[in-house]
Antibody
Framework: QVQLVQSGAEVKKPGASVRISCKASDYAFTTYYIHWVRQAPGQGLEWMGIVRPTSGFTNYARKFEGRVTMTRDTSTTTLYMELSSLRSDDTAVYYC???????????WGQGTPVTVSS | EIVLTQSPDTLSLSPGERATLSCRASQRVSSNFFAWYQQKPGQAPRLLIYGISSRATGIPDRFSGSGSGTDFTLTISRLEPEDFGVYYCQQYGGSQTFGRGTKLEIK
């Protein structure tokens, strides 16, 4: 059974950076794209971008370009999402999710709450 | 960017009733790159339907998806108590976008 296990909750000050990990297991790690999606409190889902584990290819939502970096470590089958220059409106739960090679998100991590507050 | 508009915002129904949720896209969605998700409080979203009408693994057949072009529908034939939550539509034909959600609540 596909597992995506994310790192724990974070509290950051405005202007700082946060790095979240997503440990993938029980499937062919290099085959499927991983997406990052966030959800602000009481709000809907917002797609942030995608990373291809084989090559490290990334495609970011325009809103996050310049502030987000998505990477992977094939030796540990772990994905990372780093968001910099944090603002209060970056407070959200951040999810990693695995797609089906077309874009539907079949498997999700448990989510990582990030709070940005001075 | 394709904007997805879901309706209604909230749907109040009783167990056993039929639920119909709608999602309209601002532009034609490429191929069949359209999905529906269910989310319950404190949980990650769960994929229900992908490719407009294919049920994801483990999803009961009371859930069905339909539509094409810019108009899509999720139907739940007979509501079970566990079906209440928030439902999101998604298009993944280009840069992915989600709708703002429909809350399905117990009447």
């Amino acid at each position: 059974q596909v597992q995506l296990v994310q790192s724990g909750a974070e509290v950051k000050k405005p202007g700082a950076s946060v790095r979240i990990s997503c440990k993938a297991s029980d499937y062919a790690f290099t085959t499927y794209y991983i997406h990052w999606v966030r959800q602000a409190p009481g709000q809907g889902l917002e797609w942030m971008g995608i990373v291809r584990p084989t090559s490290g290819f990334t495609n970011y939502a325009r809103k996050f370009e310049g502030r987000v970096t998505m990477t992977r470590d094939t030796s540990t089958t772990t994905l990372y999402m780093e968001l910099s220059s944090l603002r209060s409106d970056d407070t959200a739960v951040y999810y990693c999710a695995r797609d089906d090679l077309l874009g539907a998100l079949h498997n999700w991590g448990q989510g990582t709450p990030v709070t940005v507050s001075s | 960017e394709i904007v997805l508009t879901q309706s209604p915002d909230t749907l109040s129904l009783s167990p056993g009733e039929r639920a119909t949720l709608s999602c309209r896209a601002s532009q034609r969605v490429s191929s069949n790159f359209f999905a529906w998700y269910q989310q319950k409080p404190g949980q990650a979203p769960r994929l229900l339907i992908y490719g407009i009408s294919s049920r994801a693994t483990g999803i009961p057949d009371r859930f069905s998806g339909s539509g094409s072009g810019t108009d899509f529908t999720l139907t739940i034939s007979r509501l079970e108590p566990e079906d209440f939550g928030v439902y999101y539509c998604q298009q993944y034909g280009g840069s992915q976008t989600f709708g703002r959600g429909t809350k399905l609540e117990i009447k």
